[in-house]
């Protein structure tokens, strides 16, 4: 078994690393556009050799794409092009615009829309470790338009992985991620935005920054060049999601204006029910 990852990232890095490790593929090769990601990639072992496209389509059973999104949706029809039986996924945080354009390509029962619900705010070859992925949900979308042997195979590769797996339709998919991902994302460095536009002495940050401050502003750390397209490809969804949070924002923001502690208590109360969901 063969498996190529195009994208040697926090993602794919770590991905390459214990499929290797737990004897999923006997052999993991990576392509890798930055050169000084590759030859990270190449020095640190994540992957055994580094290939040009061409040959990791040819020469391997299955085909990760773990690019930004903006570049996913332009390799994954060209990849999809050049395969006979050869399996590919990705690991993209937006599903419904890559399965729409896939969903009439001849090959289509050759891809399998997939995203491990799992990362850090870090990225590139340096941010890849072993374990990422353990726990985490696995998703796979619309699995109906693959075919079977290629879901059961991907499948397999996530259970390697020790994920839990869980079957949706991407426009579900991508409405749960906005909610429960991108606006974390968003609120993160809205926050990052704010303190650093309020707070023009950084020592005072550093020095007074507190569990709180640091956990909840932690995801502003995170890759513009990942982010922006996953905001603008789930548009539609993260700005419901976006209209609600700043509703929300309204609400704390006229009860502490009228002194209303009683008010502000309640909307506490309501965000405390989070404690039966996450612990």
């Known amino acids: 078994m063969q498996v190529g990852v195009i994208g040697i990232g926090l993602i794919g890095g770590s991905m390459a690393i214990d499929l290797k490790k737990r004897k999923f593929a006997d052999r ?4 890798e556009s930055e050169q000084l990601h590759a030859a990270a ?17 040819a020469e391997s059973d299955i085909i990760v794409v773990a690019t930004p999104v903006s570049a996913a949706i332009r390799l994954i029809p060209q990849i999809l092009d050049k395969v006979d039986k050869q399996i590919v996924t990705d690991v993209c945080s937006t599903k419904e615009k890559i399965n729409e354009m896939v969903h009439y ?15 850090t705010e870090y990225s590139g070859p340096w941010a890849a470790l072993s374990g990422l992925f353990d726990g985490r949900a696995g998703i796979i979308c619309n699995a109906e338009d693959s075919d079977i042997r290629a879901v059961e195979l991907v499948k397999s590769m996530y259970d390697c992985l020790n994920m839990r797996m869980i079957y949706m339709r991407a426009a ?8 429960v991902s ?9 926050l990052a935005l704010t303190v650093l536009e309020k707070e023009k002495n950084e ?36 700005l419901t999601v976006l209209d609600t949070y700043i509703e929300k924002l ?13 008010g502000v208590r309640e909307l ?3 965000a405390n029910k989070i404690k039966r969901i996450i612990r």
Request: hydrophobic fraction near 40%; include cysteine; proline fraction near 3%.
């Open 203 to 238: 020592k005072n940050i550093f020095d007074l920054a507190s569990g709180g401050f640091s956990s909840t502003v932690r995801l502003a750390k995170s890759n513009a060049d990942m982010w922006a397209p996953i905001f603008s490809q789930n548009k539609e969804n993260v």
């Open 105 to 119: 390509h001849p090959n289509r029962k050759n891809f399998v829309a997939a995203h491990p619900m799992a990362g």
């Open 41 to 57: 990639a190449k020095e640190m072992g994540l992957v055994d050799d580094l290939v040009n496209l061409e040959d990791c389509i």
């Open 268 to 270: 506490i109360y309501k």
């Open 250 to 262: 309204q609400e704390f923001k006229k009860h502490i204006s009228d002194y209303d502690e009683q």
């Open 172 to 179: 579900h998919h991508d409405v749960h991620t906005a909610y």
């Open 182 to 190: 991108h606006i974390s994302h968003i609120s993160s460095f809205a």
């Open 28 to 31: 993991v090769v990576g392509v």
